[in-house]
């Protein structure tokens, strides 16, 4: 019985939102999220597919933090080990869980 909150790219979410640009290897990138989405003190577990260089994570924390929100944990289907993503999430203080772990280079 816990809702599932979208975090997505700029412009998919209906609605109003609050947004977070970030630093891509190649470029920015922007991720919103619903203002209604969270409150303050929610707890919150962000899952996603693929931990790499931590841009898209990092950002995330951000926009949760913006909403007051606390960030339990993050779960990740794939790690790419040899890339820095988990290293500066785990530096932060973050939990984090993968399923696989696989070198990036």
């Known amino acids: 019985k816990k809702p599932l909150i979208l975090i997505r790219k700029k412009n ?5 939102t609050i947004s977070q640009k970030f630093k891509l290897e190649y470029g920015y990138d922007t991720i919103e999220i619903h ?8 707890k919150v577990l ?3 597919d693929l931990i790499a ?16 929100a ?3 944990g993050f779960i990740f289907l794939i790690d790419l080990f040899d890339l820095p993503g988990n290293k500066k999430l785990i530096s932060k ?3 984090t869980f993968s399923l696989i ?3 990036g280079h």
């Open 70 to 72: 606390k960030i339990s």
């Open 12 to 16: 998919k979410l209906p609605g109003k």
């Open 46 to 48: 962000i899952i996603d």
């Open 93 to 95: 203080g973050y939990k």
């Open 101 to 103: 772990k696989f070198p």
């Open 35 to 42: 203002r209604s989405s969270l409150k303050k003190n929610d």
């Open 53 to 68: 260089t931590g841009g898209t994570a990092l950002a995330a924390t951000k926009l949760v933090e913006k909403t007051k």
